[in-house]
T-cell receptor, first 114, second 117 residues
């Protein structure tokens, strides 16, 4: 079992550009959550996808959007990049209807906006 | 909204000694979960230990144990027999069940733990 995989591992973009990050959940998991972790901070919840729909959303602007595919993999899209979007983006997978399930995290994508 | 506070930005402990990391939280929920995650330099978050709020017994996982005080909204992590491999950032996290979906997690700002020889 490969666990949660994210791609790419590192990315450098210019202000104003758009970026897409990808996540494949752990085998058997159907829910994907995305987190933003700024340097020296704890992760902050962006949104969660289940059954190809956004189920919960944190306090992030509409520039942050996502998608979930039938195979449960997910993408995070960020439009009109700002310098403040530079962070580690973490994907976590889990199982819906299991409130106590452990969330498994990927190794993250380090996004740098210049 | 829930908040999680970790008041110790950095801590240091000698190998084989015991260290306690502090965490407090604020919530109006009655049913929730608390977690300690470890984030080594590899960046991957690894679950260390989990506590269900409805359970009075403190969770333990080998060298890791928690002191859960629900009334005080306190959730500290004790690491016994510290090992060099325990060196990492430790995050306290809160999760409240959301009907039909998995919990979203609210994290604290973390405690950097350094284990020394």
């Amino acid at each position: 079992d490969a666990g949660v995989t994210q791609s790419p591992t590192h990315l450098i973009k210019t202000r104003g550009q758009q970026v897409t990050l990808r996540c494949s959940p752990k085998s058997g998991h159907d829910t994907v959550s995305w987190y933003q972790q700024a340097l020296g901070q704890g992760p902050q919840f962006i949104f969660q996808y289940y059954e190809e729909e956004e189920r919960q959303r944190g306090n992030f602007p509409d520039r942050f959007s996502g998608h979930q595919f039938p195979n449960y993999s997910s993408e995070l899209n960020v439009n009109a990049l700002l310098l403040g979007d530079s962070a580690l983006y973490l994907c976590a997978s889990s199982t819906a209807y299991r409130e106590d399930t452990e969330a498994f995290f990927g190794q993250g994508t380090r996004l740098t906006v210049v | 909204a829930q908040t999680v506070t970790q008041s110790q930005p950095e801590m240091s402990v000698q190998e084989a000694e015991t260290v306690t990391l502090s965490c407090t939280y604020d919530t109006s929920e009655n049913n929730y979960y608390l977690f300690w995650y470890k984030q080594p330099p590899s960046r991957q978050m690894i679950l260390v230990i989990r506590q269900e709020a409805y359970k009075q017994q403190n969770a333990t996982e080998n060298r890791f144990s928690v002191n859960f005080q629900k009334a005080a909204k306190s959730f500290s992590l004790k690491i016994s027999d510290s090992q060099l491999g325990d060196t990492a950032m430790y995050f306290c996290a809160f999760g409240a069940p959301w009907t039909g979906t998995a919990s979203k997690l609210t994290f604290g700002t973390g405690t950097r733990l350094q284990v020394t020889l």
